[in-house]
């Protein structure tokens, strides 16, 4: 088991943009789309694993992402800040290099 999760709070992050068939735990209209961890929740069992009776191993480091609503929703009518947090495992996301 990993015993150290690749991502930091504060660290911005990319949700990978894949188009997969089954039990998936992240969000369609999330994918693709640019976050920041807000913070690190806990190693797990994969729950897209879990969801075909597999063993759900390795444990899968889970963590809680920010992202700007208006950069989810280009339309979203809401104040600038508002934001909208997602868990999302970290097979999930990669790692944005700063400009």
């Not at 976050?35 to 969801?51: D, K, Q, T, W």
Request: aromatic fraction near 12%.
């Amino acid at each position: 088991m990993v015993t150290q999760p690749a991502f930091k709070a504060g660290e911005r992050v990319h949700v990978r943009q894949v188009d997969s068939q089954g039990h998936i735990r992240t969000p369609h209209y999330i994918r693709g789309k640019t976050g920041v961890i807000e913070r690190f929740v806990g190693f797990f069992r994969n729950p897209e694993e879990l969801a075909y009776g597999r063993s759900g191993e390795p444990h899968r480091a889970l963590y809680r992402v920010r992202f700007v609503q208006s950069h989810v929703w280009p339309d979203y009518g809401g104040a600038a800040g508002d934001t909208i947090d997602i868990d999302i495992y970290e097979h999930w996301l990669q790692p944005v290099n700063p400009s």
